[in-house]
């Protein structure tokens, strides 16, 4: 993804890596004719056309936000040197840091990380290893974390993947005290000028936010986990597997298919790979397809 600028916001994307997950697995609802409906816009080399071979490709990355001398950070990945139960994603090496480097910014400029929802993926970054103890890999930056997910990740303690990183991702942060909890309609831009606030878009997870910028310029949607690939315009019904609620995570698919579908408005997914960022466009059958920005 190409910085985009929008305003006074200019918008980088920070890298960690790719994954695949057999798409019959992640959305065993769709058909080869939702994957022919997806070709007519969509080109992606692992979907093939026989459902049984189609993977799901994914971006795992961060976006940085710029603006009046502020960085900040939305999602940060899997991190290096984790011990996960899930192998794909255990003991990492990623150059994240370097990238983060390139995009022109050192761990210590970050002034503020928010998490759109504490899934290990988006948490992974807020520590690295240091003398065999997690610290802040942000050290002076405020992380931002839902209270809702934050008290479900606290108490339901399901999944190991997710309770892994919890305890070496997310309570390293509270410890040291960087954490503020926040809520849906909180404006975490305030203190530089108007211009960035949270939504609820709980489903994927029970407190998974959204981050809106509108900073003199079209409105930037980061919208965390609430769509992993493009098929989901073609069928936002189709249940995900890792929806902790599907019927409350489709219903805000289509909220959000609906609401922003033919507008000015920029979608950063966190999990689109390519060009990545795109406006969402709809007839009036209700069907939607992504205009991805130049690559
Ligand atoms: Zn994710």
Not at 93 to 122: Q, W
Not at 161 to 176: C, N
Not at 262 to 278: L, R, S
């Amino acid at each position: 993804m190409r910085d985009v600028v929008l305003g006074r916001l200019r918008v980088s994307r920070v890298y960690e890596g790719d994954g695949v997950i057999p798409l019959a697995v992640a959305l065993p609802g769709i058909t080869e004719q939702d994957l022919a409906r997806l070709r007519r816009w969509y080109w992606d080399p692992d979907l093939a056309d026989a459902l049984g071979q189609a993977n799901m490709r994914i971006s795992v990355h961060s976006f940085l936000l710029r603006i009046d001398g502020r960085n900040i950070l939305i999602d940060t990945c899997c991190g290096n040197d984790k011990k996960r139960s899930l192998a794909s994603v255990s003991d990492l090496k990623s150059p994240y840091l370097e990238n983060l480097v390139h995009a022109g910014l050192r761990p210590e400029d970050i002034h503020l990380v928010m998490c759109t929802h504490l899934h290990f993926d988006h948490v992974g970054w807020n520590t690295r290893l240091r003398d065999g103890s997690w610290v802040p890999t942000f050290p002076n930056a405020r992380y931002l974390f839902g209270r809702k997910d934050l008290d479900f990740f606290r108490t339901q303690r399901h999944e190991a993947t997710h309770r892994e990183a919890f305890d070496d991702s997310v309570v390293p942060i509270l410890d040291a005290g960087l954490a503020d909890i926040v809520d849906p309609e909180t404006r975490i831009h305030k203190e530089i000028g108007a211009g960035i606030w949270l939504e609820d878009v709980s489903g994927h997870s029970p407190g998974n936010l959204c981050v809106i910028a509108e900073c003199g310029g079209d409105r930037a949607i980061f919208s965390g986990d609430c769509f992993h690939h493009p098929i989901q315009l073609v069928r936002p019904d189709a249940e995900f597997f890792a929806d902790e609620n599907p019927t409350k995570a489709r219903a805000t698919r289509e909220r959000l298919l609906a609401g922003y579908a033919n507008t000015n408005a920029i979608f950063f997914p966190a999990h689109f790979t390519g060009a990545t960022a795109g406006r969402v466009e709809g007839d009036r059958e209700g069907n939607f397809k992504f205009r991805f920005l130049q690559a």
